[in-house]
């Protein structure tokens, strides 16, 4: 679909609103057809989500990590190469922080700590994109077919090392011990306090703040460097990208590199800033709706903050939702969020020809 006869902004956000606000029309026919007034919901999950401080710091807590996975995905994206590996990706970033902080916790002080997570959280999410990516350059294995067999692998081999080494002895649980105080991330509320500033508890932790500097980094690489014009080139036609002396395979590789590492600084907010143990599901399903986030956000980071903040307010006001009214479950808010992704996703461009027929020529 060639957009060039809509300006950026009617691309980047109008559009997005317009599908979204059709999402929400259906979503309002269930409501209707379950006997919830979809005017009080919307009421009810906006205010669970932006209405108090608690509600706040947890929807900021989830779209962070709609932040990392969106951006993994607009990375890949923007190089023609559709990654679906994110849930394995993540999986593997976590993995990588866990056995860092259970190996160190008692020895160095978080300061340390810190970076040592993020370079493991990276390096093992980017190594765990690093075979799809191979085979997709030099075998032409679909990158499709091997991210989604790479995360049924990821979700096994954590199983697997969860019941087998990390367990505690004699618990029936598959989780690690609890992280000593120098590996966890400063809490929202806790680094607030620190001038003096009260807020209440939440998920809410120093992840968001790494999520948004990753934002701004993405940006820079993808519309600021030589290697984010190759990237781009790259998306819209590999064989002239490589017949203008561009190494295809080689730029493959890095491109899912980048991708993996940012999927895999997940970790970094649900094992060291939220959980602060290793468990099973930490993604749960956090990677699958990243792809959502950047189909949403137009690929652009600025779009995907936007489509972050979106979810974050789907999950923490579908939360409150379900639990304000009996008859409406987290079953149908998943409905909801599955309202949003069609309208962004699959029919994200039905509106453009509409569109352009309104504006001016």
């Known amino acids: 679909m060639n957009d060039s006869k809509i300006p950026a902004w009617v691309n980047i956000f109008l559009l997005p609103m317009l599908n979204i606000l059709f999402a929400f029309a259906f979503a309002a026919i269930i409501f209707i057809a379950v006997d ?15 209405g108090y401080q608690e509600g706040v710091g947890y929807t900021l807590y989830y779209a962070t990590n709609f932040i990392f996975t969106g951006l993994a995905v607009a990375v890949a994206f923007s190089a023609g190469l559709f990654n679906i590996g994110g849930e394995g990706q993540a999986y593997m970033g976590g993995l990588g922080v866990g056995m860092v902080c259970l190996a160190l916790d008692n020895t160095l002080p978080f300061w340390a700590i810190l970076p040592i997570t993020m370079f493991a959280s990276m390096a093992f999410g980017a190594l765990w994109a690093f075979i799809p990516a191979y085979l997709q350059a030099y075998r032409g294995s679909h990158i499709v077919i091997t991210t989604i067999m790479f995360n049924f692998i990821a979700s096994s081999l954590m199983v697997y090392l969860m019941v087998n080494i990390f367990k505690l002895e004699g618990q029936m649980a598959p989780v690690s011990r609890i992280f000593d105080d120098t590996a966890k991330l400063p809490m929202f509320h806790e680094m607030v306090a620190w001038f003096g500033i009260a807020f ?52 493959t590789i890095i491109v899912m590199l980048i991708s993996g590492a940012l999927s895999g600084l997940l970790g970094i907010n649900e094992v060291q800033g939220y959980s602060h143990q290793l468990k099973l599901d930490f993604v749960a399903g956090y990677g699958f709706t990243g792809i959502a986030v950047c189909l949403i956000g137009r690929n652009h980071p600025i779009g995907i903050i936007l489509a972050s903040l979106l979810f974050g307010v789907l999950y923490q006001g579908g939360a409150e939702l379900s639990f304000d009214y009996p008859n ?26 509409p569109t352009e027929r309104f504006l001016p020529s």
């Open 36 to 50: 919830v007034d979809p005017i009080e919901a919307t009421q009810v999950m906006v205010r669970g989500a932006l």
């Open 328 to 353: 409406i479950d987290r079953e149908m808010i998943q409905v909801v969020q599955a309202l949003v992704v069609l309208f962004s996703g699959a029919l994200a461009y039905m509106l453009v020809k």
């Open 200 to 251: 209440e508890q939440s998920p809410m932790n120093l992840s968001f703040f790494i999520a948004l500097a990753c934002r701004v980094l993405v940006w820079i690489l993808l519309w600021r460097t030589r290697w984010g014009y190759a990237i781009r080139a790259m998306g819209q036609s590999a064989s002239a990208t490589e017949y203008g002396g561009i190494n295809y395979k080689k730029l």
